[in-house]
Nanobody, 122 residues
Framework: VQLVESGGGLVQPGGSLRLSCAASGFTRDYYAIGWFRQYPGKEREREAV??????????YYKDSVKGRFTISIDNGKNTMYLQMNTLKPEDTAIYYC??????????????WGQGTQVSVSQ
């Protein structure tokens, strides 16, 4: 399985970014895929931000991003998107795409992407 992220960058507070994660190589017909983030200086900690189940589209959002971030999936393209609006400096982190096969939740992912930096600053 390969997860390829894109869409990170530098944006001012209040701005928007869209992250993409293109997935390939799944051997199960359903999976959960989402985003974790790792804050600067906390290399051992990754927190779940959002997750979506390919089977039924059910979603999870961390409380601090509810109403600002929207996760979606294009099953035909095996690509997942995270639209991030009203970004705040505290959203600054490395964002990792992660997937768990045969699941409706992203806990304990089987696969990880390489990470993409999101920086929110004036």
């Amino acid at each position: 399985v390969q997860l390829v992220e894109s869409g990170g960058g530098l944006v001012q507070p209040g701005g928007s970014l869209r992250l993409s994660c293109a997935a390939s190589g799944f051997t199960r017909d359903y999976y959960a895929i989402g985003w974790f983030r790792q804050y600067p200086g906390k290399e051992r900690e990754r927190e779940a931000v959002s997750c979506i189940a390919s089977a039924d589209g059910s979603t999870y959002y961390k409380d601090s991003v509810k109403g600002r971030f929207t996760i979606s999936i294009d099953n035909g393209k095996n690509t997942m998107y995270l639209q991030m609006n009203t970004l705040k400096p505290e959203d600054t982190a490395i964002y990792y795409c992660a997937a768990r096969v045969g699941s409706y939740g992203c806990a304990n992912p089987d696969y990880w992407g390489q990470g993409t930096q999101v920086s929110v600053s004036q």
